[in-house]
Nanobody, 121 residues
Framework: VQLQASGGGLVQAGGSLRLSCAAS????????TGWFRQAPGKEREFVAR????????YYADSVKGRFTISRDNAKNTVYLQMNSLKPEDTAVYYC???????????????WGQGTQVTVSS
């Protein structure tokens, strides 16, 4: 499956952004989809995940209550709504697809190219 992330940008602290991840290729609904992020000098970390049918969602503690992941399988797209953004949310955000339920980077076989999110204070 091929993934294309978009929607990043520059926003002030407290603002909002919505990221999109468009999929093509294999049947998208066969895969759980996650968002990860990587800040300069840091390892890539889990942000959120949604199950294949969209019925189950999981979040990192650092974003719980501020970010919402959703998906529209008819459009082969997963979204990450990010509210109340903080400077520490600044990172390159990646979407990824996996056939297993996991928060581990290595378990995700398919990755998008990343989209930059910068939150100014």
């Amino acid at each position: 499956v091929q993934l294309q992330a978009s929607g990043g940008g520059l926003v002030q602290a407290g603002g909002s952004l919505r990221l999109s991840c468009a999929a093509s290729g294999r049947t998208f609904s066969n895969y759980g989809t996650g968002w990860f992020r990587q800040a300069p000098g840091k390892e890539r970390e889990f942000v959120a995940r949604i199950s294949r049918g969209g019925g189950n969602t999981y979040y990192a503690d650092s974003v719980k209550g501020r970010f919402t992941i959703s998906r529209d399988n008819a459009k082969n797209t997963v979204y990450l709504q990010m509210n109340s953004l903080k400077p520490e949310d600044t990172a390159v955000y990646y979407c990824a697809a996996a056939s297993v339920s996991s928060r581990v980077v290595a378990d995700y076989a398919y990755w998008g190219q990343g989209t930059q999110v910068t939150v100014s204070s």
